[in-house]
């Protein structure tokens, strides 16, 4: 681990974002049941890289960062953690943030932390650790912000790709693929920096048609992007809050 990461303070309770949908987090911890498993997966790959990026952001270097967050999915696997879990004592990215503070406690009471199930890994997230710290480095390039705000960023970056990868999804065949690569670069971030002429060359479209076609993928966009956020909160009224402040975040 780093020479002197910050170790001693429990993390701050995350301002933003309403609660998690609980039905899915109470449904995960049900090992007799593969949905359950897959609901488990889903949570620990949606988390990941925010867990990453909180760690990172409190001192620890990047292999350290990703042993502690592993293990504390494999914890939470073998234990169940997510039984744990109460609606009713808030959200749920709060309590996620108390589990991962007490268990990285734990590991440095220990001497040597226990290699679990002879090395193996319990729970198989297809995770890139190297690619993880090169975005942990590109997105969160502002030292002053606090773990919480780095965790509350990735998250935020994290929904935004798995919308894109859903958008990318409906775009079946070759050619809608190639226009879905050609116009991704309107959805998000700085818009400008590809003209409309080239596009519209890339394509053999004309500007106006260009322009047409980006509003509208935009706006299929925006729909998996609040069907994304309805997942996460408690009723649809809070959707709109939640979108203000992802895009806060990243912008």
Not at 8 to 19: K, V
Not at 21 to 33: I, K, M, P, Q
Not at 42 to 65: I, K, T
Not at 197 to 208: C, I, R, S, V
Request: contains cysteine; aromatic residues 8%.
């Amino acid at each position: 681990m780093s020479a002197n990461p910050r170790r001693s303070d429990p993390p701050a309770t995350p301002r933003h974002f309403a609660p998690t949908r609980w039905s899915l987090v109470l449904h995960a911890h049900r090992s007799d049941d593969r949905s359950g498993a897959d609901a488990l997966a889903e949570l620990c790959r949606a988390y990941w890289l925010p867990l990453f990026g909180y760690l990172r952001g409190r001192g620890y270097d990047p292999h350290s960062a990703e042993d502690l967050v592993q293990g504390f999915f494999e914890e939470v696997l073998e234990q169940e953690t997510f039984s744990k879990a109460d609606p009713d004592r808030g959200q749920f990215r709060t309590f996620l943030l108390s589990c991962l503070h007490h268990y990285v406690a734990r590991q440095h009471q220990r001497e040597a932390r226990a290699k679990r199930g002879g090395g193996q890994r319990l729970l198989p997230l297809d995770v890139d650790a190297d690619e993880a710290e090169a975005r942990y480095l590109r997105e969160l390039t502002d030292a002053s912000g606090t773990p919480e705000e780095h965790f509350d960023r990735l998250w935020a970056l994290t929904l935004l790709d798995r919308a894109v990868n859903k958008l990318r999804a409906q775009h079946e065949g070759a050619a809608a693929a190639q226009r879905f690569a050609v116009l991704q670069p309107y959805l998000v971030g700085a818009r400008g920096d590809v003209p409309l002429e080239e596009a519209a060359q890339k394509l053999g479209l004309t500007p106006q048609a260009v322009k047409s076609a980006v509003f509208r993928l935009r706006q299929r966009f925006s729909e998996i992007v609040r069907e994304e956020l309805r997942e996460l909160v408690e009723n649809d009224a809070d959707v709109q809050d939640e979108l203000r402040y992802l895009l806060g975040c990243i912008s």
